[in-house]
């Protein structure tokens, strides 16, 4: 993957989500208006972490490269380069993949 030019404030990350399942378990072809929307995707930016009250700034608990889950319908879709991209809070990611 190239460079990203985007760099995410506070306690934010960019997450690149997985593609959508093609196929059910069964082998039955989905069209893409049956696709559900990937709620998986790999980390590619990651804030600085969030401004504390003591002026610190908080430990970020994921990194780039992580594989990580998320809520169905968290963050803010984005376009990057023709490529999707979804900006979540560090709050809004509720696994990472290990």
Known sequence: MAKLNLRPLDDRVVVQPSEAEETTAGGIVLPDSAKEKPQRGTIVA???????DSGSRGEMSVGVGDTVIYGKY???????????????????ILAKVL
């Not at 990651?46 to 504390?52: M, N, Q, S």
């Open 46 to 52: 990651v804030g600085p972490g969030k401004l504390l």
């Open 74 to 92: 968290g963050g803010s879709d984005i376009e990057v380069d023709g490529q999707e991209m979804k900006i979540l809070r560090e709050s809004d």
